[in-house]
């Protein structure tokens, strides 16, 4: 049973410039979050999908977007990039939205962006 | 709103020495809490959780007690291998459950 995959593993992309991150779910996980992760610091929320709407979301600006397939998969989309956009970009996925807050979100091995 | 603290690393020990991490937060409403690990290239697992007060999680050795008067969740581990070298981050959940707050994760170090 594979985990929660992402690609692409690196990236690097020059200011200004927009990138997509991709994210599959854990097996059975229907419920998508993305977080970013500066280095040093621990991660933060940027939003959540499921039923392929952006349910929730944390203080990123709008240059931050997604999206959810009805395969549960995700994408993370950032335009504009700036330097400050570097960092280890997070999937993570758990079963549904309800079950209560004890659910465990497993994550993916992230992918590292760096801007130029 | 929700937030974690924890205490500044790295720490390093000595192989089977006794570690504790510590964690404090402050929460609107009643969180579940959670300890992650995160080894050097990967992403995070989860090590561990308790969703009400005076739970205590355990995990691989690892233990932690669910304090609401202290608003704290201390990692424990009573004989630390090399191998659990790794940052380890506290965090909590609140209300719909999905939206984790972490710490700043403390590094640990652990010397033959």
């Known amino acids: 049973d594979a985990g929660v995959t992402q690609s692409p593993t690196h990236l690097i992309k020059t200011r200004g410039q927009q990138v997509t991150l991709r994210c599959s779910p854990k097996?059975?996980?229907?419920?998508v979050s993305w977080y970013q992760q500066a280095l040093g610091q621990g991660p933060q929320f940027i939003f959540q999908?499921?039923?392929?709407?952006?349910?929730q979301r944390g203080n990123f600006p709008d240059r931050f977007s997604g999206h959810q397939f009805p395969n549960y998969s995700s994408e993370l989309n950032v335009n504009a990039l700036l330097l400050g956009d570097s960092a280890l970009y997070l999937c993570?996925?758990?079963?549904?939205?309800?079950?209560?807050?004890?659910?465990?979100?497993?994550f993916g091995p992230g992918t590292r962006l760096t801007v130029t | 709103g929700n937030s974690v603290t924890q205490m500044e690393g790295p720490v390093t020990l000595s192989e089977e020495a006794f570690l504790t991490i510590n964690c404090t937060y402050t929460?609107?409403?009643?969180?579940?809490l959670f300890w992650y690990v995160q080894y050097p290239g990967e992403g995070l697992q989860l090590l561990l959780k308790?969703?009400?007060?005076?739970d205590k999680g355990s995990n691989k050795g690892f233990e932690a007690t669910y304090r609401k008067e202290t608003t704290s969740f201390h990692l424990e581990k009573g004989s630390v291998q090399v191998s659990d070298s790794a940052v380890y981050f506290c965090?909590?959940?609140?209300?719909?459950?999905?939206?984790?707050?972490f710490g700043t994760g403390t590094q640990l170090k652990v010397e033959l």
């Open positions: 993570a996925s758990r079963p549904g939205l309800a079950g209560g807050p004890g659910y465990e979100q497993y």
């Open positions: 097996s059975g996980h229907d419920t």
């Open positions: 999908y499921y039923e392929e709407e952006e349910r």
């Open positions: 929460a609107t409403g009643y969180p579940s």
């Open positions: 308790a969703t009400k007060a005076d």
């Open positions: 965090a909590l959940v609140t209300g719909g459950g999905n939206k984790l707050t």
